[in-house]
């Protein structure tokens, strides 16, 4: 059975940028920042071409609920 969607993946890393970098070239998402109280500096999330978010990408600090 094919996978059709992805959809809200949350992973939390030590290295934000190295993890954001891996879904950018390997998969090719796009960047888009997380909403407050996320920062550009604790939180990325990844999105794919139509701008659905796939990936939250947080560090290990980063706010959660």
Known sequence: MPVEAIDHINI?????EATARFY??????GRRDGPPPLT?????????SRG???????TLDA???
Do not use: C, F, M, Y
Not at 24 to 29: D, R, T
Not at 52 to 57: E, N, Q, W
């Open 12 to 16: 939390i890393t030590g290295d934000l």
């Open 52 to 58: 659905r978010p796939i990936v939250h990408i947080n």
């Open 63 to 65: 706010p959660t609920a």
């Open 24 to 29: 950018a070239e390997v998969i090719g998402l």
């Open 40 to 48: 550009p500096a604790n939180a990325q999330w990844k999105s794919d």
